[in-house]
Structure formats: C-alpha cells, structure tokens
C-alpha cells in the first residue's frame, strides 16, 4: 500500500504562481509513476502531469508551458510548480501514484487551488 498526503493548496490571483507537493510513504518501491490530475465543479478529473521513476514527464495541454512536475526520490516527493495561474487553474488537485502491477493506483485526498481575477 502507498499513502499521498497533498500540500501547497491556497488562493491567488490571476496570474500567481503555487508550489504543491506530494509525499509518498509505504510500498513506494513498487511505483510505475506519480502525478496530478485535478476537478474542477462540474468537470471530470483531468491529467496535470505525470513523471515516470525514469524521470519522463508528460503534461496535460492546458498546462504545458506553464506547470513543471518535479521529483525529489530521496524524499518520496513530488512537486507541481503552477505559475501564469489562471481562473481555469481553479481545482481540486489530487496527487495520483501508479504501481508497477497493472491497475494498481493510489490517490490523495487534494488540495484546493482558487485563482481568483
């Protein structure tokens, strides 16, 4: 089992920027990959980004350019650099780990981020 406790969420204004971060604890030798998806009101849950244990990255459209998945393995953590946030950014943002065995997927319980204009 893999537990992912989410930080960094708050307000800011159009335009802002908000690190989020990700801790992994338990069987996180076993993990494929770790990322974020976020929902917003209304919306279905929606890839952010997404790093491999080799380092690749892949990068939702609407935040390409903008948002930069990270990982620190020595401390299990993942981190999403949100900047140029925009009120469309507004969401529940959930880190998400995938094991190596398919089908196996963990989640956090979000964070909230509000952009306000």
């Known amino acids: 089992q893999v537990q992912l406790v989410e930080s960094g969420g708050g307000v800011v204004h159009t335009g802002g920027s908000l690190r989020l971060s990700c801790v992994a604890s338990?069987?996180?030798?076993?993990?494929?990959?770790m990322g974020w998806y976020r929902q917003a009101p209304g919306k279905e849950r929606e890839l952010v980004a997404v790093?491999?244990?080799?380092?690749?990255?892949d990068y939702g459209d609407s935040v390409k350019g903008r948002f930069t998945i990270s990982k620190d393995n020595a401390e299990n953590t993942v981190f999403l650099q949100m900047n140029s946030l925009g009120t469309e950014d507004t969401a529940v943002y959930y880190c998400?780990?995938?094991?190596?065995?398919?089908?196996?997927?963990?989640w956090g319980k979000g964070t909230l981020v509000s952009v306000s204009s």
């Open positions: 790093i491999t244990s080799a380092g690749y990255t």
């Open positions: 338990g069987s996180i030798f076993t993990l494929a990959s």
């Open positions: 998400n780990a995938d094991g190596v065995i398919p089908g196996e997927h963990y």
